[in-house]
Each structure stands twice: as C-alpha cells, then as structure tokens.
C-alpha cells in the first residue's frame, strides 16, 4: 500500500472525469508547445535564412526595411534599383571583407513553347551576378553532379547567354546542363516582349534557400535584357568586424549616397520578428486562455473529489493520517492528472508539428525555407513541468481544504 | 489491584453554541477505562453516545473539564496534537462502516499502516484477516461484501495499528441481530485475547448488557442506574 496506489484507485474511480481533466490539461499542454516551438522555430528559422543570404549588410535603394526582408527572403516584385556608381563607391570601404552587387528581374516564361507553362509560376527570379564575388559570399554554393549534372560550373564572365539555374527551378523547369531555357522579359521603357535563349552550364545542389528558385545570368546580361544597364537592385556586404559600433560607422560613411538606405540584416531579423510578433501574441492568448481553462478543470474536478470523499477524508484523519499526508495525497492525484495530460499534449504537439508548421505556412508567408516549429527536449520539460506547477498550484485550495477537515464534523455530515 | 486507566475523563463537557443557545452535549462526565475492560455506552438519541466517544478518543476537544489519554493530559490541546495522541492508541469502527471503496479487504485493513508509517507484515496482516474471520476475501472489493462482512473488514482496519482501545460507535446498528451479535463476540474475544479496552455505544441492550459495565446517558449527563422496583422482578 502507498500514496500512489491510494491516489491512482481514487482517479480511476470516476474515470470519465478523470479523462476530460486530462484531456483539457493536454490540449492546453499541446496549445503551449506548438506555440512555443514556434516562437523558438521561428526565430531560428529567420536566423538561418539571414545567414544564408551571406551577407551582414545590404545596400538598397531607399525604401521599407520590411519590404527589403522579404525581398531577400521571397524575390519580391516592385523592385527599386540603385546606380552601380554607389556599388563602385562603397567597395573602397576599408572595413568591407566581401561586397558583391546583385540585380534581381522577374522574367515570364514564353508561352506556346515547347514545353508551355501555364501555372501560377509562370514567372521567374532572375538574378543577375557577379560570379567572384558572389561564390565568395556563399562558399556554400556548389555544383549538382549525377547524370545530366557533371560538368556543372559558373558561366565565363563575358558568355552573355549562359545561365546556372537553382536546384529547384531547375528540378520544376526539367532542366539539365547543356540544356536550353528560354525567357521573355519587357525590358525597362518598352511595350514589347523581347524573347531570351540561355544554355545552362550548371545547376546548384539544394541549399535551403531561395537561391534554389533562381536562375543565375551575368550581371550585366541581366542589366542589359532588363533594360537598366547601370543598375543593381542589391549589393550585399559582410563586414571584417561585425558589431553595433561597426555597423554604425559603416552606416554612417555610406548614408551620404542620396538614394541609397544601409540595412543591417539585423535590423531584417528584428523587422521579421516584430512582423510575426503581433501574430505570435494572439496565438499566446489563445494559449493562455487555454491554460486557465485546463487550470479551472483541474481545480473543478479535484474540488469535487474532495466534496465526495469528506467523509472518506474524515475516516482517514480518524485512523491516523496527519493534515499533510492529506494534502500530500490531494496533491499526489493532481499530480498524476497533470503529468499524465501535459505527457500526452507533448506528444500531440511534437507528432503534429508538420502539421502545425504548414498551416503557419499557410497564415505567414515569409518565404522562410527552414521549418517554423523547433519542439526541442527542454520545451517539452518546461512544458510538462509548467502543467505540473500549475497543476499544483489548482490544487492547493482544495488540498488544504481536504487537509484542514475535521474528522468528527466530516463523519458526521455525510451520516 | 486495579491497573493505571487508559482514559480517564473528569467533569468533561462538550458544548456546542448555537446562537444564543448552548447545546450541552456533554455535561459533566466522569469516567475511567481500564485495559481489558469493554464498557457499553446506552442512551436515546441525541443523549450524548457519539460525543462522548469522540471525546474521549481525542476524536473531539472537550470544551471543559480534564481528559487523560495513556497517561497524558489531553484537554487544551490542538487537533494536530490530538492527532498525534491517537494515532495507534485507538481504532475505529463506525456504524457505516466507512471504508474505501477502491480498495480491497486486505488494502483497507492495512491503509492505517501507511499513515503511521509503519511497514505492512505479512503475516501480521494474516492474524488480522484470520482473527475478523475475512481470510477468504482479502481481495475482494467492499461492494461485494455483506453488511456483517464490511463491518468486519472496519474491525481489521481499527485492529492493524495494535491500538490499547476500541472505540465502535453504534457497530451494529445497520446489521441483522444475528450479524450484530457475531459483531460483538469478535469484540469480546478480541478484548479478553489481547487486553483491549471496548468503548461500544449501542441501542441494543442486550448486547450492551454482554459488557463488564453499562453507563446510560441522558441529556449529556450519566444517570445512575436504577434498579428495578422489586414488583416487577
Ligand atoms: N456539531 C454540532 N453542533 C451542534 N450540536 C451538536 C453538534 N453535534 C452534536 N450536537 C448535539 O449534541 C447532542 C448529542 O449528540 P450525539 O450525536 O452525541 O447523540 P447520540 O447519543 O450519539 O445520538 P444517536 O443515538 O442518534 O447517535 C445532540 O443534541 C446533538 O444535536
Ligand atoms: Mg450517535
């Protein structure tokens, strides 16, 4: 015979609400997880996908730092453009390690080909780079190889028609090395389409990014088919010294450009965040109304069991048991409820964590490639502990009152 | 040569107020228990019975006069002091039986032990199974039991701990005679057998009238016994 015995008979005594309690206590355990594994998945997942870019610093034409996000993260539309001049000056910066200038175009895709498509995706990110510079920022950057792929490598500076496509667009267009891609772009002050013809010379393994959408082209390729010959959209930076002071002296040497904004990627990261923020607030209300719904069942039912049993508590008391082996045992039972409901609510969190992330997907398109929902080991300690604390802490009223009953009234009212 | 009493109550009073009004459950009792000694407590209802044991088993505070519970003054002191002083001293058995529902025979009877934090000895729990004639049932569930047999399993439980008295409030009063008279035998055996000391409270006279003494109450107070005019002998 021990307490837990003593307390578990008691629980299966009245199984269906038993059940529901560890049911409400489950879901809002679930509700917890889910949300916190999206504030830390989330948060990683805006990290990864910076760090990805490469770089620390984009220089852009002026414009929303919000819309500069997920220009990076998406390959927006309505691009703004800065001269190449500002590119040209802010590569003299002494605290610069790496610089590369980047020109983004979105380019449709002919129909009546060959192999027409129609779809939503009827558009492609053209990026338009300076091949040196930019395999030097993402030394991650590397050639796909297997039949159809080997051979795979960069286009020679002046190939004004070579292209390397991205895993996915290359793995969506059905396209290998050697092959042909066409496009149709309207270049900047015209009406008419002009049709474009490109040789892939290589296509990129997967990286997680939104490098795998796109299709590389010389820089100057991309200027001069988009009709903005002395133009970039970006130019991405890292520093030698990456910190607060240094950004803000290299921000200050370059604000002078009239039409140019310095963007620390920081500073994207912080914009993302409080993007999501608000979204991620409401969902935490969610989760505390949840909490406090799951902590007034708890309280309800291990209130009513301490109504039924007064007698039983009584009898108890008579034959021996002190006023903290009662409360011990009240709180022994909430106890079970607690774990036995924020175990299951874990393991519905954890197992429909795909599921969770694609509906956030859904709600929240960001563009972020790495999953929105990390559930790690301690977020589920944390979790189970906090139900049980909270538990608990449903617990004490009725606990000290089972505990503070006295024997001969409690046998004698329930006679 | 008269031993030392287990209890000893002088003058004890249990008042209840209600209001303007005090109820005097109990008003002025003196009594001793002795070990070995069963003692039957008569009365109509609401004469006191119940207060009066609660009282004396430290079950109840009296609110005058002095109690003495295995040598130790008891009057004035709190339920958790109470609680100490009782536990192992006494066992309960209650007209309603009262015992766990989830639990089996054999887990009621030994349920004391693990407030008084006292290891479970097998063959301890045997006797007791043996002695309240439930050898048989020890894994049966208190549903599946009859009225005699509930009662039986109440007198295991008070038994465990090994207490010096046993209080049994109106022990038979939800049984047949015939199970109410078995009731009583296991009681005087188990108080001639192991020197207990009986508190038992009853309606019954004739069972009452199986104990060493008789004390009837009336109005919160123990009134003399009247011997019956000769006429009517
Ligand atoms: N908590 C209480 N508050 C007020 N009065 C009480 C309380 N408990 C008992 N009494 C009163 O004390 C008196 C004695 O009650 P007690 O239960 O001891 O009688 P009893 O002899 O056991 O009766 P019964 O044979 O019906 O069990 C009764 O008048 C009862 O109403
Ligand atoms: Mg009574």
Known sequence: ?415 | MPTTPLISGYGLQRHYRRGIETVRALDGVDLEIRAGESLAVIGPSGSGKTTLLNVLAGLDAPTGGQLTIGGQRVDGLSEQQLTTVRRGFFGFVFQNFHLIPTLTVAENIVLPLLFLRRPVVRHEVEQVLEAVGLSHRAHHYPRELSGGQMQRVAVGRALIVRPRVLVADEPTGNLDTVTADAIVSLFLTLVNREGLALLLSTHNLELASRCDRIIRLKDGQIVPPVSPPQSLR
């Open chain 1, 1 to 415: 015979m021990n307490y837990g015995i003593l307390a578990w008979k008691n629980l299966a005594r009245r199984p269906v609400r038993t059940a529901l309690t560890v049911v409400g206590v489950g879901m809002a355990t679930a509700v917890a997880v889910s949300l916190g594994g999206f504030n830390l998945g989330f948060r990683a997942a805006i990290s990864r996908s910076i760090e990805q870019l490469g770089f620390q610093v984009m220089i852009m034409a002026k414009g929303c730092p919000y819309e500069a996000a997920t220009l990076m993260l998406k390959g927006g539309t309505g691009l703004l453009y800065l001269p190449e001049s500002a590119h040209e000056q802010i590569r003299t910066d002494p605290d610069i390690e790496a610089i590369t200038p980047v020109f983004l175009g979105v380019a449709e895709k002919p129909a009546g080909g060959p192999e027409e498509n129609t779809g939503p995706s009827a558009f492609t990110l053209i990026a338009g780079i300076e091949r040196e510079s930019y395999a030097k920022m993402k030394p991650w950057l590397q050639f796909k190889s297997g039949p159809g792929f080997d051979g795979g490598r960069w286009f020679s500076p002046d190939a004004a028609a070579e292209a390397v496509m991205g895993f996915e667009a290359a793995e969506y267009e059905q396209r290998k090395v050697g092959d042909l891609f066409y496009i149709t772009v309207v270049p900047h002050g015209k009406t008419e389409p002009e049709f474009h013809a490109f040789r892939i010379v290589g296509v990129l393994e997967r990286t997680g990014t939104q490098d795998d959408g796109t299709v590389f082209v010389p820089l100057h390729t991309a200027q001069r088919i988009f009709g903005r010959e002395g133009q970039l959209t970006i130019v991405g930076v890292t520093l030698r010294q990456f910190n607060a002071i240094r950004m803000r002296e290299f921000e200050g040497r370059w604000m002078s450009i009239p039409e140019v904004q310095v963007v620390s990627l920081e500073q994207v990261k912080g914009a993302l965040v409080s993007l999501v923020g608000t979204a991620q607030t409401m969902v935490a209300a969610v989760a505390v109304i949840a909490i406090l719904v799951a902590m007034i069942g708890v309280l309800n039912a291990i209130l009513m069991s301490v109504y039924e049993r007064t007698a039983e508590f009584g009898i108890l008391k008579a034959i021996g048991a002190e006023r903290r082996q009662i409360f011990y045992l009240v709180c022994l039972e909430t106890l079970i409820l607690c774990f036995a409901g924020a175990l299951a609510g874990s393991g519905v969190a954890a197992g429909g964590a795909g599921l969770t992330d694609a509906t956030l997907r859904r709600l929240l398109n960001l563009g972020l490639t790495q999953p929105m929902v990390l559930i790690t080991p301690r977020l589920l300690a944390a979790a189970i502990g906090g139900a049980i604390a909270l538990g608990l802490l449903a617990a004490l009223w009725p606990a000290a009152r089972a505990a503070a009953l006295r024997p001969v009234e409690a046998i004698r009212n329930q006679e």
